[in-house]
């Protein structure tokens, strides 16, 4: 199973963004699909997160500005990105809880993993 993330860059203060990440493997389902983001010195924290259970939730800086969204039939999930602040520079790492087949020993059995994909860049300039 990978996680393939793409949708960053370089963009003005006020700006848009769209990110997406696309799940891809032996998946049989999405319990839930987050973005996160990391800068350089500091722990990498939640942005927005979209389950089957308790819908979407979002970091506060983000709030009002982002929106997070999934395709189940495509295993994908976007974060659109609006009003862009230089504060929102970071890289951005897509995460997602699944149900995927697992090997045990010459079988194989549906489990829960957790996946994380490479991050992609956002730099905002004031």
């Known amino acids: 199973v990978q996680l393939q993330a793409c949708g960053g860059g370089f963009v003005q203060a006020g700006g848009s963004l769209r990110l997406s990440c696309a799940a891809s493997g032996d998946i049989f389902s999405a319990n839930a699909m987050a973005w996160y983001r990391q800068v350089p010195g500091k722990e990498r924290e939640l942005v927005a997160r979209?389950?089957?259970?308790?819908?979407?939730d979002y970091a506060d800086s983000v709030k009002g500005r982002f929106t997070i969204s999934r395709d189940n039939a495509k295993n994908t999930v976007y974060l659109q990105m609006d009003g862009l602040k230089p504060e929102d520079t970071a890289v951005y790492y897509c995460?997602?809880?699944?149900?995927?087949?697992?090997?045990?020993?010459?079988?194989?059995?549906?489990?829960?993993?957790?996946?994380w994909g490479q991050g992609t860049q956002v730099t905002v300039s004031s």
């Open positions: 995460y997602a809880d699944l149900v995927v087949a697992l090997p045990s020993g010459t079988m194989w059995y549906m489990g829960q993993a957790d996946y």
């Open positions: 979209i389950s089957n259970i308790s819908g979407s």
